[in-house]
């Protein structure tokens, strides 16, 4: 599916424009000059096809009590999959990667206090393939707020 102008012009509104109020779809509509209906197909049809994660709002997480981590993982390669899937069943964790070297499995996790921290942690390195864990504490967050201008 190749995006036209109208969706690109869609997906840079929906990057960071997303509108607070009762019906946030009507409102892009508005200023797209199309009605709420074909809004909301085209949302749906761009999700389908993959160009969507997901809509929703990031939160500030030190504000609201949590503390970040991320961890690197050296897993069994044919142990990933498996691993990755369990990881990817803790609330906690907000990203899941493989990457290439001998730590293929990066995540962060967002906990409220350091016990459901090293639980989690301590859980998932007793899986079966994981063989190396790093535990790389936030000290500082540098949020760039990364948005992709479509044209």
């Given at each position: 599916?190749?995006?036209?102008?109208?969706?690109?012009?869609?997906?840079?509104?929906?990057?960071?424009?997303?509108?607070?109020?009762?019906?946030?779809?009507?409102?892009?509509?508005?200023t797209?000059?199309?009605?709420?209906?074909?809004?909301?197909?085209?949302?749906?049809?761009?999700?389908?096809?993959?160009?969507?994660?997901?809509?929703?709002?990031?939160?500030?997480?030190?504000?609201?009590?949590?503390?970040?981590?991320?961890?690197?993982?050296?897993?069994?390669?044919?142990?990933?999959?498996?691993?990755?899937?369990?990881?990817?069943?803790?609330?906690?964790?907000?990203?899941?990667?493989?990457?290439?070297?001998?730590?293929?499995?990066?995540?962060?996790?967002?906990?409220?206090?350091?016990?459901?921290?090293?639980?989690?942690?301590?859980?998932?390195?007793?899986?079966?393939?994981?063989?190396?864990?790093?535990?790389?504490?936030?000290?500082?967050?540098?949020?760039?707020?990364?948005?992709?201008?479509?044209q």
């Amino acid at each position: 599916m190749e995006l036209s102008n109208f969706d690109k012009s869609l997906l840079n509104l929906l990057q960071g424009n997303l509108p607070v109020c009762s019906r946030p779809f009507a409102a892009m509509a508005a200023t797209l000059g199309v009605e709420e209906s074909f809004v909301l197909e085209r949302v749906r049809e761009l999700k389908a096809a993959g160009y969507l994660r997901r809509i929703g709002t990031f939160f500030n997480s030190d504000n609201l009590g949590y503390r970040g981590t991320l961890v690197a993982l050296e897993v069994e390669p044919s142990e990933i999959c498996a691993v990755a899937e369990t990881i990817n069943a803790y609330n906690e964790v907000t990203h899941n990667y493989e990457r290439e070297g001998k730590f293929n499995l990066w995540f962060t996790l967002l906990t409220l206090n350091t016990e459901r921290e090293q639980n989690i942690l301590q859980e998932i390195k007793s899986l079966r393939g994981v063989e190396d864990m790093i535990n790389l504490k936030s000290n500082r967050k540098y949020k760039i707020n990364v948005q992709f201008k479509l044209q």
